[in-house]
């Protein structure tokens, strides 16, 4: 019965284990399974949570791009601002010389209009001044014309009076002779004493004439002439004067600026003419093509050409008509005008010709560089005047 029981017992508790084993091994895998599932939710969820990361990190950086673009773009506009600023106060700059320059142009305007009244009021006076002192004169003068020939009749009364003292001695004492004698002297001693200060009065007139003359010359030189340049025209020619030195800057070719409103161009004879001859040679051509640019600009200006040569005589050479420098130098000014009118078109009324021949030389001297530098071709610009109304 023990026996029975003890293999009843074992047989059972042989069969009990498989289903606790089964049992445990159930429990194992709901547990893996749980666990399984939790890990997988956790992992679906942590997928999720990345892709939103991501997401949100594709969106900062969409959105650090287009802020950056935004900064490049305002860099770029505070660059532009810049630049337009820098050239905004290089304009300001600018002005503010210009401004400067027209104040100081404004002063010197004011001053030379300040200096012209008190020239013309020294004139006004001076001439005030003369004219009463010549009234006066004239009036000393005709009183000495009148004594004059009041004495001329005393002395014609007088000569009378000796020939009919001559007729009449015999009737006369000696005393009444020295009287009249005494008388006709006296006239004679007054009559040249008019007759001197008439002289005097003469002379001194003449100097104030004269030295008036040269003080208004002094003076206003443009108003003694009575000729008036206006402000526009004396820029014009400034502006005629700046331009040629522009263009024209050879050593051989001078440009001056003279007291008078004149700018004179001098041309060594060297870049327009061969030695004696009249034509002119490429150079001058190219030369003369350079000032009538500009000359061309101001229609309403004379313009001078005087020729100038050294003082070596001229050879006959091929020239029959050409007999002197006097000649030389027309032929060459005319050689120049005639170039101006027909290849530069340069109105013949503009132009005047004058031949200077050898006696207006820059250096005087027989040296070889002084002759070459008196012989010359002058182009003057004069001034446009108009007559004071």
Known sequence: MNSYNDTSYQSSQCSIFPWIISLILFLVCMTGSYYYLQVNTELKKSQKQKQRIQRQYSQKTDELYESWNKVQESQNKNYQLKSQIEKQQRKIKQTKENLKVIKQKDKELSLCKALNNNLNSALKSKENNIDTIVKKMTDEINLCQTKITLTEKKLLETSLLIKENNSLQHSINDEQIDKLSQQINNLSTQMTQLQASQQHFGSIIGKEKSNNVKEITALSPVQNNQLTISKEESEAIEQIKNKLSQQ???????????????????????????????????????????????????????????????????????????????????????????????????????????????????????????????????????PKVKQKA
């Open 248 to 382: 024209i800057t050879d050593n051989q070719i001078n440009i001056a600026y003279l007291t008078d409103g004149i700018i004179e161009i001098n041309i060594n004879n060297t870049q327009m003419f061969r030695k004696g001859e009249v034509q002119i040679i490429k150079n001058g051509s190219h030369i003369l093509q350079k000032i009538a640019s500009l000359l061309q600009q101001f229609p309403s200006r004379k313009i001078q050409i005087i020729g100038h040569t050294d003082t070596i005589p001229v050879r006959s050479g091929g020239h029959d008509i050409i007999l002197s420098n006097w000649e030389l130098s027309a032929f060459r000014s005319a050689a120049v005008i005639r170039y101006l009118q027909h290849a530069e078109k340069i109105a013949p009324q503009r132009m005047i010709l004058v031949g200077a021949s050898q006696y207006q030389p820059l250096e005087k001297g027989n040296k070889a560089p002084t002759r070459a530098k008196n012989r010359r071709i002058v182009i003057r610009l004069l």
